[in-house]
Structure formats: C-alpha cells, structure tokens
C-alpha cells in the first residue's frame, strides 16, 4: 500500500537551532511560546543568538540527510504521483499526510555565550547605548 503525502511542490526550507547547554527561565515558567532571543546572520552569513544580555556566535551545518516536517490530516483526498501511480485513500477513514516543511540544515551554537555590556556615558555628556562584547 501507498502513503499519501501531498504537497504544492513549494516547501518552506526550515532549520533547527542547536544550543549547548541548558536554558534556565526565571520565576519556573515553561519556555513553551516564549521568545528564545534574536537571531542574525552578519553580511559573511555568520549567525548570531542574543539571548538577554548573552550573545552566542554560531555556523550554519547542512545535515547529511534531511527531515520533512508533516501533518496528519484525515480525508479522502485523491493525490496523483505520477500519470501511472494513482496514491488514493479507498475508505473515509483514510489520512493524508502534508509535508509542510523540509529541514536541511541546523544552526550550532557550541561556544560559551558572551556577555554584553552597557557603557555608561560621563555626567557631562549626552548617554548613548553602546553595546561591547567583553571577551
């Protein structure tokens, strides 16, 4: 038996985030649908990870084989692969898997984060927030 998988044939290119470590969230709450940090890439295509006041620097590693991100879907959907292979439900309790996203690469962060800090501006000038990376 066949499997049916759809797809409009553009799928978005997703990638994972690999941290070292641990992750600690004040006052115990879950870091479910919380912000992590902000990711950039510098015009070299480097990425960097500020995490509060820790910058993490990183590389792009394309993995040896890639994962398909996919949902489960019930239906009877009619699905061709090809003119000769019909991938057909035959009954209405049939499911249709969507690929909706294809993971190919990852993110590594395996430095120690670095700390940011603040310079405070003289009395007799105007503050400016500058942002130095201490190593």
């Known amino acids: 038996d066949a499997l049916p998988i759809s797809g409009d044939g553009t799928v978005p290119r997703w990638a994972i985030i690999e941290l070292q470590g641990q992750l600690e969230v004040k006052n115990g709450e879950h870091l479910s649908n919380m912000p992590l940090g902000t990711l950039t890439f510098n015009e070299k295509g480097t990425p960097s990870l500020q995490i509060g006041n820790h910058n993490l620097e990183g590389k792009v590693v394309e993995l040896s084989k890639p994962f398909a991100i996919i949902s489960k879907q ?12 019909q991938c057909a439900p035959t009954t209405d309790n049939t499911v249709v898997y969507n690929v909706v996203g294809l ?14 800090v603040t310079l405070a501006a003289p009395a007799n000038k105007k503050p400016r927030n500058t942002l130095l990376s201490c190593s």
């Open 103 to 116: 993971i190919q690469s990852k993110i590594l962060f395996k430095t120690r984060p670095r700390p940011l």
């Open 74 to 85: 019930p239906g009877d959907v009619e699905m061709r692969d090809d003119e000769d292979t």
